[in-house]
């Protein structure tokens, strides 16, 4: 398996430190708010390299952290807490944030066919495992008190800029200078690792440590939780490369000065979901879309993986509704055919070889998923029998999760959704028709705006009003 690690900047082979297992993790959502169409695609990214590496034969332990403590609204330790942000945002508890929009996450899970994480531990959970890992750092002299929060010492680790590729220089300037101005930090690119002071008094979640109350930095979990579960060294961490820097470098800073040897061997980093002429698709701006939105205007989530899988992890995505209409009919197209595959005969074992063999080798060329999707419409084109082709399909469903084997049930919900929506549209349109009659212009508006909400678009014209999707 070839596989391209952040941390050499370069395609290697990949090996497990132990022969036909992987030990795999991720860093999961800071749930203060809904996943957005993007952190899911990076979540898709990695679903199709843990089920590559299954496909290929490892035995594969992940493990996810949910953030819902100590992730504030910069990644350079600035700013208020995301979760009491959103705790205030909707007049609830940190707890109940984070509860609600866990629950929500795994939902989108479910919806996208994404396998779930072997281990799933909430940061909140594990608090004595971070003041322990923060008391070694102190005893071994990584970490020091300032002011009175605890910072890691980044001048002590001479390799502390290799994941992300940077000089000091460079660092110096990204990093911002903000920090806490009162915090006497002895380097501009030290974290937090434990805060007890805080600019923000209302912090609702706190425990007490050895420095007093306070509540653990962002990075500590992810370091912490991974050696928790898998071990000393782990095989592959996950993440989006935004969070190459600082977290992925601050989690190796910390990992390896607890642990006083290398930790983790290959970097996978998924490049983001863009929007045209706005960049990267995020949370704290607000604007964002989400899978259950995307059903609301009548998509299926699975279209949305299909889209995914069309483009390679390690390059930005746009997305547009444009795109996404031409994939949800390539999609719908895709299923019909594979709907109408027979059952006549036997497999040809042969032939059954040889498109597996071609379909695992463009996955193990470091996750090409859209040459993967080549293979399988060149198995629907092949010349061999249908029973063939239907079984090479079922085998790579198991990677691509795209239902392909469940297309008449799908294309039947498909219909039955569209007339359901179609009878909705004319019952709002004759409702707006009466308004109008009536001379309630702000009702006839408002419903405009209800189906337009919907993406259906309204134009009256001599012959009554019709509709069309946006
Ligand atoms: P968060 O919930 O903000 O902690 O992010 C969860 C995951 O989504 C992280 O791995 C991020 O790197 C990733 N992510 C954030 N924004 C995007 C985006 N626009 N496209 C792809 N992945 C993203
Ligand atoms: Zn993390």
Redesign the pocket.
Request: aromatic share 6%.
């Given at each position: 398996m070839q596989l391209y690690n952040t941390s050499s900047r370069q395609i290697e082979e990949f090996k497990p430190r132990e022969e036909g297992k992987v030990s795999m993790y991720?860093?999961?959502?800071?749930?203060?708010?809904f996943?957005?169409?993007?952190?899911?695609?990076?979540?898709i990214c990695e679903d199709m390299l843990v089920k590559t590496l299954i496909y290929a034969g490892y035995d594969v332990k992940r493990v996810m952290n949910i953030?819902d403590v100590g992730?504030l609204t910069s990644d350079a330790d600035t700013g208020e807490d995301?979760m009491l942000k959103g705790a205030k945002r909707e007049h609830k508890t940190v707890l109940e944030i984070a509860d609600y929009y866990t629950k929500v996450f795994f939902e989108d899970f479910s919806k996208l066919n994404i396998r779930m994480p072997d281990v799933i531990e909430p940061a909140t959970h594990c608090i004595p495992e971070f003041i322990h890992m923060i008391e070694v750092l102190l005893e071994k002299g990584y970490a020091y008190q300032a002011g009175e929060n605890i910072y890691f010492d980044t001048s002590k680790l001479e390799k502390y800029y290799t994941l992300s590729n940077h000089n000091e220089e460079d660092l110096r300037v990204g990093v911002r200078d903000d920090v806490d101005e009162d915090s006497n930090k002895r380097n501009k690119t030290d974290f937090v690792l434990w805060f007890t002071k805080s600019k923000f008094d209302d912090q609702e979640l706190k425990w007490e440590s050895p420095w007093g109350r306070g509540y653990p930095g962002w990075h500590i979990e992810c370091s912490c939780i991974g050696i928790k579960h898998l071990g000393e060294y782990m095989d592959i961490h996950?993440?989006?490369?935004?969070?190459i820097f600082p977290?992925h470098t601050n989690e190796i800073a910390q990992s390896e000065a607890f642990l006083g040897h290398p930790w983790c061997k290959y970097w996978f980093?998924?490049?983001?979901?863009?929007e045209k002429d706005k960049g990267?698709?995020?949370?704290s701006s607000g604007e964002f879309l989400t899978v259950s939105l995307l059903q609301e205007k009548g998509y299926d989530p699975i279209a949305y993986r299909f889209f995914c899988l069309q483009s390679h992890y390690r390059k930005p995505?746009e997305f547009s509704y444009e795109v996404l209409d031409q994939m949800s009919a390539a999609y719908q197209k895709l299923l019909k055919r594979v709907s109408e595959l027979k059952e006549d005969g036997a497999v040809d074992e042969a032939v059954f070889a040889d498109f597996r063999k071609k379909f695992t080798d463009a996955l193990t060329d470091d996750i090409n998923t859209s040459m993967a999707i080549t293979v399988l419409y060149d198995v629907l084109k092949a010349d061999t029998n249908d029973a063939t082709k239907r079984a090479l399909v079922a085998s790579f469903d198991e990677v691509l999760s795209l239902d392909l084997l469940k297309g008449e049930e799908k294309l039947a919900q498909a219909g039955s959704v569209d007339a359901e929506l179609e009878s909705w549209i004319l019952e709002r349109i004759d409702a707006r028709k009466a308004a109008k009659k009536a001379k309630d212009f702000a009702q006839a508006d408002a419903i405009r705006d209800e189906l337009l909400a919907k993406g259906i678009v309204l134009e009256d014209t001599r012959e009554g009003t019709k509709w069309k999707k946006n």
């Open positions: 991720t860093c999961g959502p800071t749930v203060y708010h996943a957005h169409i993007g952190n899911l695609r990076t979540y953030t992730h995301k996950c993440g989006g490369v935004d969070n977290h980093h998924v490049h983001h979901l863009v990267k698709m995020s949370k995505l």
